[in-house]
Protein backbone atom coordinates (compact mmCIF):
# COMPACT_ATOMS: atom_id res chain seq x y z
CA UNK A 1 0.00 0.00 0.00
CA UNK A 2 1.31 3.45 -0.94
CA UNK A 3 2.47 6.39 1.81
CA UNK A 4 0.25 8.35 0.70
CA UNK A 5 -2.96 6.03 0.87
CA UNK A 6 -1.60 5.38 4.56
CA UNK A 7 -1.49 9.10 5.41
CA UNK A 8 -4.84 10.03 4.17
CA UNK A 9 -6.18 7.09 5.85
CA UNK A 10 -4.28 8.02 9.46
CA UNK A 11 -5.91 11.89 8.25
CA UNK A 12 -9.55 10.63 8.18
CA UNK A 13 -9.45 8.25 11.34
CA UNK A 14 -8.04 11.33 13.02
CA UNK A 15 -10.89 13.63 12.13
CA UNK A 16 -13.55 10.85 13.05
CA UNK A 17 -12.12 10.28 16.31
CA UNK A 18 -12.41 13.80 16.91
CA UNK A 19 -15.24 13.99 15.70
CA UNK A 20 -16.63 11.26 17.94
CA UNK A 21 -15.20 13.11 20.78
CA UNK A 22 -17.22 16.97 20.04
CA UNK A 23 -20.06 15.09 19.84
CA UNK A 24 -20.01 13.31 23.31
CA UNK A 25 -18.72 16.45 25.05
CA UNK A 26 -21.72 18.24 23.45
CA UNK A 27 -24.31 15.96 24.02
CA UNK A 28 -22.48 15.59 27.99
CA UNK A 29 -23.23 19.16 28.44
CA UNK A 30 -26.72 19.05 26.83
CA UNK A 31 -27.43 16.92 29.62
CA UNK A 32 -25.96 19.10 32.43
CA UNK A 33 -27.84 22.51 31.52
CA UNK A 34 -31.18 22.63 33.74
CA UNK A 35 -33.72 23.70 31.46
CA UNK A 36 -32.95 21.18 29.11
CA UNK A 37 -32.45 18.49 31.40
CA UNK A 38 -36.08 19.19 33.40
CA UNK A 39 -37.86 19.71 29.63
CA UNK A 40 -36.18 16.04 28.15
CA UNK A 41 -36.66 14.30 31.35
CA UNK A 42 -40.64 13.47 31.12
CA UNK A 43 -40.21 13.02 26.87
CA UNK A 44 -36.61 10.22 27.13
CA UNK A 45 -39.43 8.08 29.15
CA UNK A 46 -41.03 7.16 26.60
CA UNK A 47 -40.28 3.48 25.02
CA UNK A 48 -38.97 4.55 21.39
CA UNK A 49 -37.87 8.04 21.86
CA UNK A 50 -34.26 7.63 23.01
CA UNK A 51 -31.75 10.18 23.87
CA UNK A 52 -30.65 11.88 21.10
CA UNK A 53 -33.94 12.35 19.64
CA UNK A 54 -35.41 13.42 22.95
CA UNK A 55 -32.59 16.50 23.00
CA UNK A 56 -33.49 17.53 19.38
CA UNK A 57 -36.89 17.67 20.08
CA UNK A 58 -36.77 19.80 23.83
CA UNK A 59 -33.82 21.84 21.71
CA UNK A 60 -36.21 22.65 18.14
CA UNK A 61 -39.72 22.82 19.52
CA UNK A 62 -39.16 25.00 23.11
CA UNK A 63 -42.13 25.96 24.72
CA UNK A 64 -44.36 23.22 23.26
CA UNK A 65 -47.55 25.02 25.05
CA UNK A 66 -47.19 27.24 21.49
CA UNK A 67 -48.98 24.66 20.06
CA UNK A 68 -52.82 24.26 20.21
CA UNK A 69 -53.17 20.81 18.68
CA UNK A 70 -50.79 17.87 18.01
CA UNK A 71 -52.03 18.87 14.26
CA UNK A 72 -49.98 21.97 14.76
CA UNK A 73 -47.02 20.33 16.06
CA UNK A 74 -46.98 17.79 13.25
CA UNK A 75 -47.34 20.17 10.71
CA UNK A 76 -44.39 22.56 12.38
CA UNK A 77 -42.11 18.84 11.98
CA UNK A 78 -43.09 18.49 8.38
CA UNK A 79 -44.69 15.14 8.63
CA UNK A 80 -48.14 15.72 6.54
CA UNK A 81 -49.09 16.68 2.85
CA UNK A 82 -50.52 19.65 2.15
CA UNK A 83 -54.39 19.49 1.53
CA UNK A 84 -56.11 21.28 -1.75
CA UNK A 85 -59.55 21.02 -2.13
CA UNK A 86 -61.97 22.29 -4.66
CA UNK A 87 -65.97 21.69 -5.52
CA UNK A 88 -65.75 19.27 -2.51
CA UNK A 89 -62.73 17.29 -3.73
CA UNK A 90 -59.91 16.60 -1.14
CA UNK A 91 -56.41 16.13 -3.08
CA UNK A 92 -53.54 15.67 -1.09
CA UNK A 93 -49.95 16.16 -2.00
CA UNK A 94 -46.15 15.35 -1.00
CA UNK A 95 -45.17 15.61 2.63
CA UNK A 96 -44.46 19.58 3.40
CA UNK A 97 -41.98 21.99 2.52
CA UNK A 98 -42.44 24.08 5.33
CA UNK A 99 -40.84 22.63 8.19
CA UNK A 100 -38.70 22.47 10.46
CA UNK A 101 -35.93 20.02 8.62
CA UNK A 102 -33.72 19.04 10.99
CA UNK A 103 -36.41 17.82 13.28
CA UNK A 104 -38.32 16.23 10.41
CA UNK A 105 -35.02 14.51 9.39
CA UNK A 106 -34.64 12.98 13.33
CA UNK A 107 -37.83 11.94 13.56
CA UNK A 108 -38.43 10.22 10.23
CA UNK A 109 -35.00 8.38 11.41
CA UNK A 110 -36.57 7.59 14.96
CA UNK A 111 -39.88 6.48 13.26
CA UNK A 112 -37.51 3.92 11.33
CA UNK A 113 -36.31 2.35 14.26
CA UNK A 114 -38.79 3.01 16.77
CA UNK A 115 -40.98 -0.15 16.18
CA UNK A 116 -38.18 -2.46 17.54
CA UNK A 117 -38.04 -0.83 20.66
CA UNK A 118 -41.62 0.20 20.96
CA UNK A 119 -44.25 -2.96 20.80
CA UNK A 120 -46.92 -0.05 20.36
CA UNK A 121 -45.22 1.64 17.69
CA UNK A 122 -44.91 -1.64 15.89
CA UNK A 123 -48.09 -2.25 15.81
CA UNK A 124 -48.95 0.55 14.11
CA UNK A 125 -45.88 0.26 11.42
CA UNK A 126 -47.37 -3.41 10.75
CA UNK A 127 -51.08 -2.37 10.86
CA UNK A 128 -49.60 0.28 7.97
CA UNK A 129 -47.27 -1.78 7.05
CA UNK A 130 -50.23 -4.13 5.80
CA UNK A 131 -51.79 -1.82 3.61
CA UNK A 132 -48.79 -1.79 1.31
CA UNK A 133 -47.03 1.70 1.70
CA UNK A 134 -43.44 1.81 3.76
CA UNK A 135 -42.94 5.29 3.84
CA UNK A 136 -46.43 5.94 4.76
CA UNK A 137 -46.27 3.51 7.92
CA UNK A 138 -43.04 5.15 8.58
CA UNK A 139 -44.99 8.96 8.67
CA UNK A 140 -47.55 7.03 10.88
CA UNK A 141 -44.84 5.80 13.63
CA UNK A 142 -43.57 9.55 13.13
CA UNK A 143 -46.50 11.41 13.76
CA UNK A 144 -47.30 8.66 16.87
CA UNK A 145 -43.55 10.00 18.08
CA UNK A 146 -44.66 13.65 18.05
CA UNK A 147 -48.12 12.87 19.63
CA UNK A 148 -46.00 10.76 22.58
CA UNK A 149 -43.65 13.83 22.71
CA UNK A 150 -46.20 16.36 23.19
CA UNK A 151 -48.32 14.59 25.71
CA UNK A 152 -45.38 14.01 28.16
Known sequence: MPDSVKTLLKMSRTGFEMFNEIQKKLVAALRTNNLIREAGATVDDHT?????????????IGEVSRFSSSRDAISYCGLCSGQHESAGKEQRGPISKK?????????????KLAPHWSEQLGC???KELARGNRNRATLVVARKLVEFMLAS
Open 48 to 60: GVGELTALTWVLE
Open 124 to 126: FMR
Open 99 to 111: RNKHLQTKLIEAA
